[in-house]
């Protein structure tokens, strides 16, 4: 696939390559710090996944890391980060007071796991080590999770009596509810894949030399979906969680309304009715796309 994308390339901490069809792969790529995060690299990465969401070329975002860590958490040997491909003019101050540290937190730090709930393409993380604080909630943000069995991953941020301020608690209570998430994170509890699975964290856990394959597996399964419906419904099934029966009635009937007529639609009932599997996404794929003149399975009044 043509890599022609301001989504693809080398940034500051990672560097993203583009695969059929359509699948994104984020790596960090800082391995001799563990590829811990600095506000150069999380900038990038939001300005990154802007581009990804407008990128009709993208259907499907990978995250993982290189060496032996996910991501590791935020950068906290003081060391100036490397700013050489950074795509964003730095922003100075911060951490220097309470104002700043607020500021960088909602600015910066937060906007990053927004940025990855936001989209409407899915998300995938690739656990193939070490995945703490930040990194860890990256991975909780993801539509889905795949793990290395030998993948170390947790809040820990009370090992250094900080919190989880990048929204690492309400991931966690959406994941364990609030019980769990309580005595996951006042334990201070850093779990292997095989944990991670049994509590719910992860979708599947598979041998280290296997994860790679396995995401891809599914990335693909995911990105030859019908594409308009998948991001709609991604986007209804977190609401869900947050509204009431009825509000979530009102948004499923809306959403409904624009994929029952979408040419996707139109293949779908025509694959079933032809009894084959269905081909979707023909404008993304630049196929004709089926003329949207005739619900297959609409009755005839």
């Known amino acids: 696939m043509s890599s022609n994308s301001a989504a693809v390339g080398s940034f500051t901490g990672f560097e993203t390559t583009l695969e059929d069809p359509g699948i994104l792969v984020v790596t960090f790529n800082v391995p001799e710090r563990l590829n811990a995060s600095t506000a150069p690299m999380k900038r990038d990465l939001v300005e990154t996944l802007t581009q990804v969401q407008m990128d009709d070329r993208i259907r499907v975002v990978v995250f993982t890391g290189a060496g032996s860590a996910f991501w590791a958490g935020d950068d906290l040997s003081g060391k100036k980060p490397d700013r050489s491909n950074q795509t964003v003019p730095p922003i100075f101050g911060g951490h220097h007071d309470a104002v700043g540290t607020y500021n960088g937190l909602r600015v910066i730090s937060q906007t990053v796991n927004t940025a990855v709930r936001n989209l409407d393409k899915l998300t995938i993380a690739a656990i193939n080590g070490f995945a703490i604080q930040t990194g860890f909630s990256l991975a909780l943000a993801c539509d889905f999770r795949l793990a290395a069995r030998s993948a170390k991953m947790g809040s820990a941020t009370l090992r250094f009596g900080l919190l989880p301020d990048e929204g690492g608690q309400y991931l966690l209570v959406q994941h364990l509810g ?120 609409a009755a005839d009044d």
Not at 252 to 270: F, K, L, N, S
């Open 178 to 297: 609030v019980a769990g998430a309580m005595d996951f994170m006042m334990r201070r509890r850093i779990v292997d894949g095989e944990t991670a699975h049994d509590l719910g964290l992860v979708h599947e856990v598979v041998d280290d030399d296997q994860l790679m394959a396995s995401t891809l597996t599914l990335a693909k399964e995911l990105a030859d979906g019908p594409q308009m419906a998948m991001r709609m419904l991604k986007r209804s099934i977190y609401l869900a969680a947050e509204q009431t029966w009825a509000h979530s009635l009102e948004d499923i009937a809306a959403r409904t309304a624009v994929t029952d007529h979408h040419p996707d639609a139109i293949e779908g009932g025509r694959a079933f009715l032809e009894k084959r599997e269905a081909n979707f996404n023909a404008a993304l794929d630049g196929r004709e796309v089926p003329a949207v003149d005739h619900i297959p399975w």
